[in-house]
């Protein structure tokens, strides 16, 4: 593929993407400096490794390589001890910036507490079926595995979710 044609592909992907990608970093890790880093780096990792994207969905293409690149750096650069207060709302907010903590309202800082205290496959599952808003297939693809799992998966996690909503005390309508 030329060169020019990969760039403006790789540009147009970025325009569309990049604000989803961050938010899914971002929600994974807590930091707005790393979030924007791994946005960067997964399309840089996009732009050398088009030739293997075969076609197809390139929103979930994408979304793999920054969870893969997520997962690197959250095994690389933080401890089981101190991941809770790595988040913006864990236990040390000393570090956060009063931007970070408007981003959040009160039911999104309640909401992204309890999924920082659940394990993190169920973390991702909640995050792209809910959230991100992708579907059965794309979540599958993206975790590279079955549809079946990521149903299981989805409502386990919902399940532990909830319970840990209402052990905080909070009320919601539907999750």
């Known amino acids: ?12 992907w970025y325009e569309v993407y990049s604000n989803d990608v961050f938010n899914y ?9 790393q979030a924007l880093d791994i946005v960067q780096d997964t399309f ?15 929103k979930s293409w994408l979304f793999r390589i920054a969870r893969n690149l997520t997962i690197d750096y959250i095994r690389k650069n933080i401890t089981l001890a101190n991941y809770l207060s790595f988040l913006p709302f ?11 903590i408007a981003i959040f309202n009160e ?3 309640q909401l992204y507490l309890a999924l920082s205290k659940i ?5 991702d599952v909640i995050i792209l079926r ?13 975790l590279d595995c079955s549809e ?23 009320k919601y309508e539907a999750i």
């Open 1 to 12: 593929m030329e060169q020019h044609s990969r760039k403006q592909r790789i540009n147009s």
């Open 25 to 33: 970093a971002f929600f994974m890790i807590g930091d707005r400096e």
């Open 44 to 58: 840089i990792r996009a732009y050398n490794n088009l030739e293997k994207f075969e076609g197809g969905r390139e």
């Open 90 to 100: 864990g236990m040390n907010n000393s570090e956060r910036s009063a931007e970070d």
């Open 107 to 109: 039911s999104e800082k």
């Open 119 to 123: 394990k993190p496959s169920f973390r």
């Open 130 to 142: 809910k959230i991100k808003e992708f579907s059965i297939g794309e979540t599958a693809e993206i």
């Open 148 to 170: 079946a799992k990521v149903k299981v998966d989805l409502f386990r996690a919902l399940k532990v979710l909830r319970k840990e909503l209402e052990k905080e005390g909070f």
